[in-house]
């Protein structure tokens, strides 16, 4: 492993070796349709042979409850609840990411870093700190994004599990109900991450189609990946 | 790298190694502080409510890294920066904080993340205007520790480096390494040196005449009956208390 397999500093105090796993990730706003996805990879990657694990934001066992508590408690800062995440999402990496890859998994990453500089960015965070901060961040083999339009992503969200505060960015006072709320945050957003999308060479997959056809999509870089048959411009780095 | 305070307040920070004698001075300053009438608050190192829940969990299962270790110690810093140091200096008050971004300096270099990957991490934090630095040497720090305690903690004793299995030793070698760090900032920061081995009282008297010097001409918020002042925050309390049970 060398130091180019990181965004930055990556862990300077550790040698992890060699890394024979992939790490793939699916990006998207919320309501997209990611978790599915995730699913359905997994099931397709393990008839395929291939060992897999996956993991989501805010699930490692460190932060998981802090995080849970301060969102119920909505106490915390703009610049808090960043770090908060990127404990977490340090956590994650080291413990359980990392590990995986080099036990030769392919790790399917629901989310990555660059959710949270997009939901920072819109709070006010400035975007070269963010980066610095996320230069522990490994670089992917294969970032998928997950494109939807935001009318789409509210009728499945109002016909699934509803619209809820933090989706809608309701701590940012930007209307006085969640509809509103979520049209201004989400479109706002998805802006963030069509820039992402260029800056880290994200694999755009059109999500405004069923979970079948988004699946199909997804199938075929990663299979490319799994093959070494990547174009530069599908390929983070 | 710190950002200069553009607020009415005034940033007084206090640093060195375990046993330097600084939470004793900055103690002492905050009384004679008070005494005089100005608005003062003390804020003390990882102390905040919230952040205090995840950081006892990971300290229990020792399952910090280095890295969690540095960033969750900055989301401590970070919560008590916007509920409470931030806003207070806009205030025009005098914030005392008990360690500061040069602890982490310090401490998260010495456990081997890099320097400037922490130091931008503060950056949102201002440079204090009167950063006191108690320096002691490290035989005489490690002493008062060792001596007045029952019993070192993991973290604190430093044995996630691996330094050594005796946590009395692996306490030493990881002061030492610390002591370093703060050597090398006295010129990156300009910190002010106090030697920490003057008696107590003496000490003092060179804090207070250093901090008469920053804080004139200074108005700050009045204070005339000269009340201490809390900060609350009650929903995170009650998550804590919550948590605790």
């Keep these: 492993m060398t130091n180019s397999d990181f965004y930055g500093v990556g862990f300077p105090y550790r040698d992890f070796g060699k890394l024979p796993g992939k790490l793939i990730v699916l990006e998207g706003t919320d309501g997209v349709g990611r978790s599915t996805q995730v699913n359905m990879l997994r099931h397709w990657l393990e008839e395929e042979g291939y060992a897999v694990a996956d993991t989501g934001l805010t699930r490692s066992e460190l932060t998981g409850p802090g995080l849970d508590a301060a969102k119920s408690g909505h106490t915390l800062g703009p610049i808090t609840m960043s770090l908060f995440y990127a404990s977490d999402f340090a956590d994650r990496l080291e413990n359980k990411i990392i590990p995986a890859l080099q036990a030769g998994f392919i790790v399917l990453s629901d989310r990555y870093f660059y959710s949270m500089i997009a939901r920072d960015s819109i709070r006010g965070i400035d975007k070269n700190w963010s980066r610095v901060l996320y230069g522990m961040a490994l670089r992917p083999h294969l970032i998928l994004y997950l494109q939807a339009s935001v009318p789409s992503l509210v009728q499945r969200l109002i016909h699934g599990r509803g619209l809820n505060y933090w989706e809608s960015g309701m701590d940012l006072h930007l209307a006085d109900n969640f509809y509103d709320s979520f049209l201004t945050y989400q479109t706002a957003i998805i802006k963030e991450l069509e820039q992402l999308a260029r800056e880290y060479n994200f694999v755009t997959i059109n999500a405004d189609r069923t979970p079948p056809e988004i699946f199909e999509d997804l199938k075929l870089p990663i299979r490319l990946l799994l093959h070494n048959r990547l174009t530069k411009s599908e390929r983070p780095f | ?245």
């Design chain 2, 1 to 245: 790298m710190l950002r200069p305070n553009d607020t009415k307040g005034k940033l007084i920070v206090v640093e060195g190694i375990d046993g330097s004698g600084k939470s004793t001075q900055i103690d002492l300053l905050y009384k004679w502080l008070l005494s005089k009438g100005y608005s003062v608050y003390f804020s003390e190192w990882n102390s905040s409510a919230l952040v205090k829940s995840t950081t006892k969990v990971a300290k229990k299962s020792q399952s910090f890294t280095p890295a969690t270790f540095s960033i969750l110690h900055c989301t401590d810093f970070a919560d008590r920066w916007e509920n409470s140091i931030y806003p207070l200096l806009k205030a025009g008050v005098i914030v005392l904080a008990d360690r500061y971004a040069f602890t982490a300096f310090a401490r998260d270099v010495a456990r081997g993340n890099d320097p400037k990957w922490v130091r931008d991490m503060y950056s949102f934090a201002f440079m204090p205007d009167a950063a006191l630095y108690f320096r002691v040497p490290l035989d005489i720090a490690v002493g008062r520790i060792t001596g007045s305690r029952a019993q070192l903690k993991y973290y604190e004793a430093g044995m996630d480096l691996g330094l050594s299995d005796s946590y009395e030793e692996s306490f030493k070698l990881f002061q030492g390494k610390i002591l370093n760090e703060y050597d090398k900032m006295v010129d990156e920061f300009g910190l002010t040196m106090i030697d920490g081995t003057l008696p107590v009282k003496e000490q003092q008297k060179k804090v207070r005449a250093y901090i008469r010097r920053v804080l004139e001409g200074f108005e700050g918020l009045p204070n005339p009956d000269k009340q201490p002042i809390v900060v609350e925050n009650p929903q995170a309390q009650k998550k804590v208390n919550k948590g605790g049970k």
